[in-house]
């Protein structure tokens, strides 16, 4: 989040929130004020560490279904990646010989035009 949007949302000033990032503590009042408009908890703010972070999304890998699930396909594709390429090769392939056909028409013509004349 911006900290326009968090000054907004909080009705403080942008330089407001620039001083409360750069704080080593803040009053509890103001933390759960924070904490509600980011939707988390104040503990969270307090506890937070890049390194929890990182354990954070590492466990959520690690607990997720091989298989995936509605918010985490897993690493399976649904498709073979060769089957798309394959695919996209004979459609691009079928549109490059649509263009030389109309290339040739195009020839044919000039060339009936010519004769005429």
């Not at 399976?76 to 090769?89: G, M, Q, R, S, W």
Request: no cysteine.
């Amino acid at each position: 989040m911006k900290q326009e949007t968090l000054a907004e949302e909080l009705g403080i000033s942008q330089q407001s929130v620039s001083h409360i990032e750069q704080s080593e503590t803040l009053e509890n009042k103001k933390l759960e004020e924070v904490a509600k408009v980011l939707g988390v908890t104040s503990e969270a703010i307090e506890n937070f560490s890049d390194e929890n972070v990182i354990n954070y999304f590492n466990n959520f890998y690690d607990n997720s279904a091989p298989q995936g699930n509605s918010f985490n396909q897993g690493m399976y594709a649904t498709f073979n990646p060769l089957d798309k390429l394959v695919e996209a090769y004979e459609e691009n392939k079928k549109l490059y010989e649509r263009l030389v056909q109309a290339e040739r028409d195009k020839l044919s013509y000039l060339e009936e035009l010519i004769k005429k004349k």
